[in-house]
């Protein structure tokens, strides 16, 4: 919403609102004293009412067009047909004093029609108030509830201001105008009510006013109606004064802040629960019936009893509709909760049917490291059924024990890391004790399961690596026992192509030397081979020994091109270096071995250089 939009209604710094508030009160106020301070003429109090009257009227009119102006868009709707409804009252209004100065009695009623269009625009306005979205049913049932707190507070009226009327058996609703007045105004009063209970929350300071305003309202048009029933001129008592303090009210609400929300109308969790308004209606309805009930000519009246028969048909169709719209909430919550269920149970069935499929072993425990659940692998790998191990604390009963038989200890176990630390261990490994007491050894990942900040207990996926142990023991006795046999024969190979080779045994011909030293070559490279093969063994053992010492990094490179020259020479390369110096802690003969390898490979691959 712009910063527009968002202002308040009035702004505090515009004083000139406030003075026209002012000016309303003190205008209702000098009315009321003025009726009251003694004898006046009629004339003198149908002025002084009407001035109050116009001066709060007019004071309503700009105050909500101001509002409809300058509040949020949500609002502004309601605030212009509260204005209009307020010129209507001031039309009404002055068409009563004109009829009543020139003695147009017969006409005056006319007025009354001011009044209606004014009440259903309130209505109308009232309304238009931002609250949750009303389906058509409960628009019903706020019409009913209206219906039977009008009829109601009519009922009371009639029962203790209408005495004697009742008591001759006349009808106290002889007209059917002000009837249709008075019921347009308890309905106003209605709505206003039922809007502070089922608004927002956030507008409630407004929605107060509007109702008080609006139930002051009423109230004063009430005491007219018992006013004239009685053959007065309403116009001439101090009644008005009450018009005057509910427009002030509805002035006032119109001043407040508006609510600065970027949503165009409340959610339901912002409404206040339904039970104000079923209270305040059937309240209502029981004050009146005590009331009659207590008046003997209010029992005997037929007017009243045909009121009374309006009203029971109203509760009964309210009471109808709810059984009807709970009937059908009901099956709709029904419908909601199997669909619901439905979904859970197929969702439930395929986490069970993956748990089930995983190869692995998957075992959950909670906060204290009990096993809350195990899939059929995990069971099977420990020799146990899913059953026996569910409840039983996890590390106690299949972790398997140090060398010496003692326990390890739980809070040094990677399922209590991962429930007080929230840490996951991945690849770990650990042993298990079967149900038939051998040790499994298995590979473990141990993961939290998070809720909402807490962690109530892990997750641990193992996995059985009997058989690849199995392959890297029997694959390490491979390699030993190949390199090492490999080493006798060579040994004897090399040392008989050596004998060959210095005419030990005889001179040879230039063929059969070059055929030996072809031989004497491929030894050596195969002899590399082996010792490569057990110094990887040695690497992935762990155990191959280490003489870090400090060297010259001069004589260290010297010895690896010195081995290196027979071979660079044969293929045509010439190996050529830059003085170099400092030292180097590490083990020499690794490091000559890497630097051989290295640059055997590059001599290789180089062309033979052009002398």
Partial sequence: MSARHAERIIRPGDLRWLVILGAVVAAALMSLAI?????????????????????CGLAVIVLAWVAARRGPLRQRR????????????????????????????????????GFLAAGLLAVWGMASFPTTRRRGRELLRMVLDGVVVGGSVLLTTAVLALAPVLSAGQNPFYRFDTIGLMII????????????????????????????????????????????????????????????????????????????????????????????????????????????????????N???????????????????????????????????????????????????????????????VDSRGVVTFVNPSGARTLGYTAEELIGQHAHDQFHAPQSDGRPYDYQECY???????????????????????????????????????????????????????????????????????????????????????????????????????????????????????LDIERMESGSMPMDFRDHDVTEIIQTAVTQLRPIAAEAGVRISTEPTVGQVNADADRIVQTLVNLIGNAIKFSPPVVW
């Fill in 302 to 364: 037929p007017w009243i009893g045909a009121l009374w028969l309006l009203l029971v048909a109203a509760v009964v169709a309210r009471q109808l509709l709810l059984i009807t719209d709970n009937e059908l909430l009901r099956r709709t919550l029904e419908r909601r909760v199997h669909s619901r269920t439905r979904e859970l149970a197929s969702m439930t069935r395929q986490s069970e049917l993956l748990l089930n499929s995983v190869g692995d072993g998957i075992y959950g």
């Fill in 35 to 55: 009726v009251l301070s003694g004898p006046l003429s009629s004339a003198t109090r149908l002025i002084v009412n009407n001035i109050g009257l116009v001066v």
């Fill in 415 to 533: 399922i209590a890391e991962a429930i007080l630390t929230g840490l996951t261990t991945s690849g770990e490994e650990d042993f298990y004790v079967g149900a038939d007491g051998r040790q499994i050894p298995v590979e473990v990942t141990a993961s939290p399961l998070h809720s909402e900040g807490s962690r109530p207990g892990a997750v641990i996926v193992f996995r059985d690596i009997t058989s690849r142990r199995e392959v890297d023991r029997m694959k390490q006795e491979f390699v030993s026992v190949v390199s090492h046999e490999l080493r006798t024969p060579l040994t004897a190979i090399r040392g008989s192509l050596g004998l060959l080779s210095g005419d030990r045994l005889g001179a040879l011909s230039p063929q059969a030397r070059r055929m030996i030293g072809i031989a004497l070559d491929s030894t050596e490279r195969l002899g590399r081979l082996v010792n490569d093969i």
């Fill in 78 to 113: 309601a605030w212009h047909l509260l204005s209009i409804s307020a010129v209507f009252v001031v039309l009404a209004i002055e068409w009563y004093v004109v009829c009543g100065t020139l003695r147009w009695n017969k006409v005056s009623p006319i007025g009354d029609l």
């Fill in 185 to 300: 105004d308890v309905i106003v009063a209605t709505v206003a009510g039922l809007l502070l209970i089922r608004g927002d929350r956030a507008d409630r300071p407004v929605q107060l006013l509007l109702a008080l305003g609006f139930s002051i309202w009423a109230v004063t048009d009430l005491f007219r109606w018992v006013v004239q029933v009685r053959g007065l001129v309403f116009y001439q008592t101090a009644g008005p004064v009450g018009w005057m303090l509910g427009y002030s009210l509805i002035a006032f609400a119109a001043l407040l802040p508006g609510r600065i929300r970027t949503s165009s109308a409340p959610k339901r969790n912002d409404q206040a629960p339904p039970l104000g308004d079923t209270v305040m209606t059937f309240g209502l309805l029981l004050v009146a019936a005590v009331t009659n009930a207590l008046s003997r000519p209010a029992v005997l």
